[in-house]
């Protein structure tokens, strides 16, 4: 069974600082990777994916995330924090091998504040 | 935003009665998902669909059921509410070899 760790369920950076959030897998196959995005009192919106063409991977508002098969890991950074970027942020898994196994294992979430 | 719509947003109800929550989507993608989100613990898959008439527990299934008569629309059962499942709810919906789409949630209450 496929599952997610992200490590630190609260960061909190200064504005213009770097955000590391920090995500590891483990799966039985080569995955589908997804970093989602929650902010207050709205549903999940996605950031960014890895389908497997580059390992390097950019998204939405300035973030990107690596994936190092490795390490089992899929961080996700951004080299300058913004207010804007507080949030709740989910790493998540999905099994390639279709059928039912397309569905995602989410991680407990990283809650990122940002200080003025 | 992703054709999906979740009913209702908020919903207040007592102990013991049945709930159902609906999920209606208008992309016509193969999969549908109900998760449940709770502090500490994200979200958990509760039941998801793989196909009209086509569905399966999650990691958090009991007292839950769904049903899924047509592509567009998938339903979430409490059979009998408990203070256990007061939460926010999120459908979600998935085609093959691509991202999920979320829907704004519903926040369910049970006194």
């Known amino acids: 069974a496929q599952s997610v760790t992200q490590l630190g369920s609260h960061v909190s950076v200064s504005e213009g600082a770097l955000v590391l959030l920090r995500c590891n897998y483990s799966?039985?196959?080569?995955?589908?990777l997804f970093w989602y995005v929650q902010y207050p009192n709205q549903g999940l919106q996605l950031l960014l994916k890895?389908?497997?063409?580059?390992?390097l991977v950019k998204g939405i508002n300035g973030f990107e995330a690596e994936f190092k098969k490795s390490e089992t890991s899929f961080h996700l950074t951004k080299p300058s924090a913004h207010m804007s970027d507080a949030a709740e942020y989910f790493c998540a898994v999905s099994d390639r091998s279709g059928g039912s196994n397309y569905k995602l294992t989410f991680g407990k979430g990283t809650l990122l504040t940002v200080n003025p | 935003d992703a054709g999906i719509t979740q009913s209702p947003r908020h919903k207040v109800t007592e102990t013991g009665t049945p709930v159902t929550l609906r999920c209606h989507q208008t992309?016509?993608?193969?999969?549908m998902y109900w998760y449940r989100q709770d502090p500490g613990h994200g979200l958990r898959l509760i039941h998801y669909?793989?196909?009209?008439?086509?569905?399966d527990k999650g990691e958090v299934s009991d007292g839950y059921s769904v049903s899924r008569s047509k592509t567009e629309d998938f339903l979430l059962t409490l059979e009998s509410a408990t203070s256990s499942q007061t939460s926010v709810y999120f459908c979600?919906?998935?085609?093959?070899?691509?991202?999920?789409?979320f829907g704004q949630g519903t926040r369910l209450t049970v006194v």
């Open positions: 890895y389908t497997s063409a580059a390992t």
């Open positions: 669909s793989y196909g009209v008439k086509d569905t």
């Open positions: 979600a919906i998935q085609g093959s070899h691509t991202e999920a789409f």
């Open positions: 992309e016509n993608h193969r999969y």
């Open positions: 799966s039985s196959v080569p995955p589908y």
